[in-house]
């Protein structure tokens, strides 16, 4: 399957809302990584190793930066505007571009969650896909344990779709997963 073409497509201005804003990774990021690395989920969800060394953090945000020249997507960086560093990462994925929809990713490091900056995150990359005109559908997958992340995917505005049973492998096994979903007006 081709990729879609969207190495010319970075925003041109930062994609924000709330109290964050979105950026390219840059290699001072790799701490947050560190820190991101240290939830279990996000390994198993990810490429970023379990409780990650400097050098394998380097290597997480170095993958960040290629993935919309790959043209498999476009990795974030989540800045609080408050405090001005990375507090964690955001992806839009765009294998399925060319059928008009993409998913999204998105996760904020154990020591600034708590904070709604999941969901500003997720409302500032929600609106930076509608400037891809091509896109039609954003979508979410949610373990049903994961209450944090339905609070998120609700107060940006994704509505729950269904459970699609037995959907994804995470650590060898067979997960459940909550479809969420938003369209282009």
């Known amino acids: 399957m081709d990729l879609p073409q969207i190495a010319d497509r970075w925003p041109a201005v930062a994609p ?67 405090e001005g560093h990375c507090v ?41 896909t509608w400037t891809l005109p091509e896109l039609y559908r954003t979508e979410l997958y949610i373990e049903p344990w994961n209450t944090a992340s339905i609070g998120t995917a609700e107060r940006a505005g994704y509505l729950r779709e269904g459970l699609l049973r037995s959907y994804q492998e995470i650590s060898g096994q067979r997960r459940d997963m909550l479809l969420y979903s938003i369209v282009r007006d």
């Open 88 to 128: 964690g990462f955001t992806g839009l994925w765009v294998r399925e571009l060319p059928a008009g929809r993409a998913q999204i990713g998105y996760g904020i490091a154990p020591s600034f969650r708590g904070r709604g900056l999941a969901s500003d995150a997720l409302c500032a990359v929600t609106s930076f």
């Open 16 to 82: 924000a809302f709330g109290n964050v804003t979105l950026r390219a990774f840059r290699p001072e990021d790799a701490s947050m990584a560190v820190d991101l690395s240290r939830d279990p989920y996000v390994p198993a969800t990810g490429t970023l190793s379990l409780n990650a060394t400097a050098d394998q953090a380097q290597e997480w945000i170095r993958r960040q930066q290629t993935r919309h020249t790959e043209g498999t997507g476009f990795s974030f960086a989540v800045v609080d505007n408050t």
